[in-house]
């Protein structure tokens, strides 16, 4: 007998009229510094909360339907989902910070680039210190008002989860995420096509899609080169955070620097001063120079990047750096 073709069906529950903007909270970062949303969303099946890693999008996928329809009806749970919206209403409708600040001019906007952000710890886009600097950075901003965007890599495994096998030795293993089940969006075109970018590698372009993760206020775009028609090879760019090689590391590195600045230009987002949270990230973007910068003279093309380049880092001085953007811009 001829085996035929196998599909996977997931079935979701239905979120009640009254519970819809459920899903905004799902879909929407604040809930992680935001302790009353969290503790909504636990009140609705505490065990599934936890089952899940306290991860919304996906709790709201599984949750029981029946569920959903009797605390619909239920005025306590409706009394704390209004205060949390409330809440969150509040939040988002205050005014960015662009004027009344000798720092920020009216229209002036922050990119924020790095390697890893850790924001939540169902979302394995860090390994430690830099990605929970990077993560804090975002969440600050978002209260504060700050006018920023973020661009980091969308990682299908990640950092490695440790663990003890039988005999008491460490292993690694990377599960693969299910960015349908994260608070992740992917970024499209009026037609509904999905946004990409293309950054070149030796003898081949690279296609990258753009996903989004909104924090709060801020905007985090992610790269993500798991493309059909990609290489193999460059499918796997963004799948670990700091896995494989040197060779690795610097495609990372362009995709970050190169494939942002383009990512940013493809969603109509130009004209931001650029600050890096580490040295790999800027000279991954030091290679993009003549994608804004002609024919200048390499004194003018530093001083035009460090204009709108701001570096976060703790292992170089200012001589190193200016070094490495001289090295990057090729020079």
Known sequence: ????????????????????????????????????????????????????????????????????????????????????????????????????????????????????????????????????????????ASDLGVPMVAVGLLYRRGYFRQYLNADGWQQEQYPEADFHALPLTLERRPDGSPVTVQVEFPGRAVQVLVWRAQVGRVPLYLLDTDVEGNRAEDRAVTSTLYGGDKDMRIRQEIVLGVGGLRALKAIGVEDASVEVADISSAKGMGASADIVLTSSELAEQLGQVKGTLVTITNFFDKGEIERKLREALGR
């Open 1 to 140: 007998m001829a085996k035929g073709t196998a599909y996977t069906l997931q079935v979701q529950p239905r979120i009640p009229a009254r519970l819809e903007r459920l899903n905004e909270l799902a879909n929407n970062l604040w809930y992680s510094w935001d302790r009353p949303t969290r503790g909504l969303f636990s009140l609705l099946h505490p065990g599934l909360w936890n089952a899940v890693g306290h991860t919304p999008k996906a709790f709201l996928q599984r949750v029981d339907e029946r569920r959903l329809l009797e605390v619909a009806e239920d005025p306590v749970f409706l009394g704390t989902f209004n205060k949390v919206l409330s809440a969150y209403d509040t939040y988002h409708s205050e005014p960015l910070r662009r004027n009344g600040s000798e720092w920020l001019r009216d229209g002036d906007l922050v990119a924020y680039f790095c390697a890893e952000f850790g924001i939540v710890e169902g979302l394995r886009l860090y390994s430690g210190g830099l990605g929970i600097l990077a993560g804090d950075h975002l969440k600050s």
